[in-house]
Structures are given as structure tokens and as C-alpha cells.
């Protein structure tokens, strides 16, 4: 089922929907019936599938990942109300068809790491000889200090041994506009196909994004089972290093001529340097984004290599200043 505008589901009112991509649930925008200032984004369970009791089951899980990870990077899942002394993060819209299960979110706005990216400068995209000196927000230092913010909201999952396995720029919000004086603050959401490192139990493929050991299994149409060499925190280690290069470059990383969708990943690495399109970088960024997507799972860098990377050996940038932990 969907919900409609104005609809009112328990505490809120339904202003519009803002996603119906997803395979297991539908967002929509809304805001407390009673306080209307206070706007939410609730992600309500598909229904009248065949998938249906699926979809509520991972709904609930993923509700119950989001009560416990506690990281100002990471999207909040609000009370919905007290029963007794616990709070209900959780419930069904029981006044409708099929009563689907749904919880509440923070608004925090539209503008996505994905709209910082495709609005990159042409004459960075191009590698012109003599780039906007005026590069604010997609200088060198400043993408890498906004990469360091996510690396550390990943850090924090994965020392929870915790992979999210569907990193793309879509999943990122940003609290605020770019501006070269304004701390982005990158906040992660959709946990959908987050698992433990040891509990994965279906793959995410996000063309584009997913490495290829998720690719091939995809592309084949292999069961769970039939699936070897996937690591879910492996797969968040690729999917970062698609969103370096596309945050230093502002491309896509596309499939050579003639390759499908599910090829994507599968272009050869040396095509995969920044410095094929920007003129300002140092070879050490090639040298940890070529490490980042490795073939080999295994050969990929933890985040806390990565981040000592960035720290210690990555030159002609300032070290990042930003801790996300300190940020209220």
C-alpha cells in the first residue's frame, strides 16, 4: 500500500513521498499532527508482496541496529511514544490495509552527497591545464577532510563489527550546503543491508557501487550459499573508494564500451586514477583509492589503515582537523 498526502498515521501527518526506489520500503516526509514544525522522515514497510513478512522482519531489524549505533554521522530513529518505561521505536499503522510496520527519522533536508558531486566544476572534470583557483569546496583538502567524516562514521560500525554493504553519495546526507567555512557533516542513512560481520545473510548490489565479488554473484543469479570470498566489511572498503573518486573527480566510474551494468565494477583499476582528471593531485591518493579497490577482497585496507593513511602518508593536503565524535 501507499500512503497519501495528509494522511495521518498515529502521531503524524503525511506531507509527501520522497523515495519509492526502495526494494523493501517506502519514505515519506511528514510531521507531528500536533506540532507540525516538527518534521520526520518515516520509512514504512512494502506490503502485498510475496516478500512482505521479509520486509517486516528486516524493517524491525534494522529499527533494532539503529536503537543501538549512537554516532552524531549516523541518522537517529526517533520514540514514537513511552508504553510503560520503554520507548516504542516501532510500530504498525494499524488504521490501514495490510498494516505495515514503520518508524521515524530526523528530517535533515535533501541535498545528498550525490548533488555536492554533480554539481563538480567542469574544469575539474576536464583536467584543464589551468583550474578555478576559486575550487572552495571541491578543493583537494576540503573532499578529503568530508571523505575523513565518513571514514569515521564506517570506523565506528566497523569496530561495532557493524557493515552497512550499501555506501553510495545517495546514502549520505549533508546537514548543511557546502560552504569552505561550514563543516559538512555527513550523515549516513539507510541501514537496510547493514549486518554484522559474521551475520550476513543476503547480498545488496548497487550497480556502480558494490565491488565485484557482489557483481559476479549478482550477474550470475548465485544463491547466498553458492557466494565465496564476500566480506561484508570488505564491501564497505570498495564502496568508499568509489565515493573517493567521485568526490575528488566528480565522474562516475563507468563501465568500458560495450560492458552491462552488472560489468561496472569490473573495469580494469588503472583506470581508475584520480590524477587522470585532476592536475592538482599527489600519486599517494591513487595509491591508497588503487589499494581501496583492490580485486581481492582480502588485499582492501581496514578503515583504521585508511584513516592512519590519510593521517600520516597522503601529501600536498593538510591533515584532517574534523572528529565527528566531538560534534554536538
Avoid at 500536533?34 to 513478512?53: A, D, M, N
Amino acid at each position: 500500500m501507499s500512503f497519501n498526502i495528509g494522511d495521518i498515521v498515529e502521531a503524524y501527518t503525511i506531507e509527501k513521498s520522497l523515495s519509492d526506489k526502495g526494494g523493501m520500503s517506502k519514505i515519506y516526509l511528514a510531521y507531528e499532527t500536533l506540532r507540525p514544525s516538527r518534521r520526520v522522515v518515516l520509512k514504512v514497510q512494502r506490503t502485498g508482496h510475496e516478500e512482505s513478512l521479509m520486509f517486516q522482519d528486516l524493517l524491525r531489524e534494522e529499527s533494532a541496529l539503529l536503537q543501538k549505533l549512537n554516532h552524531p554521522g549516523i541518522i537517529r530513529i526517533i520514540p514514537m511514544r513511552m508504553e510503560k518505561e520503554d520507548s516504542v521505536y516501532i510500530a504498525k499503522a494499524i488504521n490501514y490495509e495490510d498494516t505495515p510496520w514503520y518508524y521515524a527519522m530526523p528530517y535533515l533536508g535533501e541535498y545528498t552527497l550525490e548533488k555536492h558531486i554533480n554539481l563538480f566544476p567542469e574544469d575539474l572534470r576536464m583536467n584543464t591545464k589551468n583550474p578555478s583557483q576559486d575550487l572552495g569546496v571541491y578543493s583537494i583538502d576540503w573532499s578529503i577532510e568530508l571523505f575523513y567524516q565518513v571514514l569515521q562514521v564506517i570506523n565506528y560500525m566497523h569496530e561495532k563489527r557493524i557493515a552497512h554493504t550499501d555506501l553510495k553519495p545517495d546514502n549520505l546526507i549533508l546537514r548543511h550546503v557546502p560552504t569552505i567555512h561550514l563543516v559538512p557533516q555527513p550523515i549516513l542513512i539507510d541501514f537496510g543491508s547493514a549486518c554484522a560481520f559474521d551475520g550476513m545473510k543476503q547480498l545488496t548490489a548497487s550497480p556502480g557501487y558494490s565491488p565485484p565479488e557482489v557483481m559476479k554473484a549478482v550477474k550470475y543469479d548465485m544463491s547466498f550459499d553458492q557466494v565465496e570470498n564476500v566480506f561484508p566489511e570488505k564491501i564497505d572498503i570498495w564502496s568508499l573508494g568509489v565515493i573517493l573518486f567521485e568526490l575528488l573527480t566528480g565522474r562516475k566510474m563507468r563501465p568500458a564500451q560495450g560492458m552491462g551494468i552488472y560489468d561496472t565494477t569490473l573495469v580494469p583499476i588503472r583506470s581508475k586514477k584520480v590524477s587522470r582528471y585532476r592536475i592538482d593531485v599527489h600519486d599517494s591518493i591513487d595509491k591508497l583509492l588503487q589499494a581501496m579497490l583492490a580485486n581481492d577482497p582480502l588485499k582492501r585496507p581496514g578503515t583504521a589503515q585508511i584513516m592512519k593513511a590519510i593521517d600520516e602518508r597522503i601529501y600536498s593536503i593538510r591533515p584532517p582537523r574534523i572528529d565527528n565524535r566531538r560534534l554536538s
